[in-house]
């Protein structure tokens, strides 16, 4: 089975990054950080699409996902990477429909 490409281009993108370490506190107030891995640093995007014609197909989408992986590029970077996407809303309004997500860089895909 081939990986779903997410194709549709968000209205604002935000980049949230958490390096995930193991530490080590001692009782002298000595701390050791070390790094959780070799892929300890994923990419966690905020997306919002505020296009109405595209919001019910980009929840099919994700929908049809069903938590699994996808290719997506992201902003300002040349490729396509993984990522999952396990919460993800839509918002109506007369007129207006705003979809919101996250998507969380995924490794090994």
Known sequence: M????FTWIPSRADLAKKPKF?????GDGYR???PSGINNNPQVW???FSD???????????????GGPMYWQPPRQS?????????YRQTNAPGQSTVTATFEQA???
């Open 22 to 26: 193991y530490t080590a506190q001692f």
């Open 79 to 87: 490729t396509a990477l993984a990522f999952k996407c396990f919460d």
């Open 52 to 66: 109405a014609s595209t919001s019910d197909a980009i929840m099919a989408f994700l929908d049809g996902l069903n």
């Open 46 to 48: 905020s997306v919002v």
């Open 107 to 109: 490794f090994g895909y």
């Open 32 to 34: 050791q950080d070390m």
């Open 2 to 5: 081939t990986t779903p490409t």
